[in-house]
């Protein structure tokens, strides 16, 4: 049987990836689809899924109209969802997408913040401060691919 997150799998597998979805953890399900969407997309431009950022615009990296809409047509298949055509227009990034198709899954469930491993920040920080963590963040988001 296929990995459920690979996406390559028949319609009795993108149910499993669908129930394992809902049937997750709320604070694992971000994490699921994320690295499915990541994956998909990264088939679909042909680079290593590595190579996507949460933040990257998707529209930036290669995603055009047809690819769009291919793409819209492909989560519709494995997620059973109805999906606009202007999905990744709407949603253009990872994140972006990432939320809203969680929303989709399951609207009542409110969807948990991401973890920070990072003690919060004071309210009193000096604009150095604050810019070090605002640079530290932006590499943790989109850190450099490995050669």
Do not use: W
């Amino acid at each position: 049987m296929n990995d459920p997150v690979t996406g390559i799998a028949g319609s009795i597998e993108d149910v499993q990836f669908m129930d394992c979805v809902r049937r997750s953890h709320p604070s694992e399900r971000r994490s699921l689809l994320l690295q499915f969407l990541r994956k998909q997309l990264a088939a679909s431009l042909a680079v290593d899924p590595s190579r996507i950022g949460v933040r990257d615009n998707l529209l930036e990296l290669g995603i055009d109209s047809f690819k769009a809409v291919e793409f819209k047509f492909f989560l519709e298949s494995k997620l059973g969802l109805p999906i606009s055509s202007s999905l990744i227009f709407d949603y253009p990034t990872l994140d972006a997408l990432t939320a809203f198709l969680l929303e989709q899954i399951d609207p009542l469930q409110e969807q948990p913040a991401l973890p920070s491993n990072q003690p919060q920040p004071a309210l009193d920080l000096s604009e150095d401060e604050l810019a070090r963590l605002i640079a530290a963040e932006l590499g943790e988001l989109n850190p450099s691919p490995a050669d």
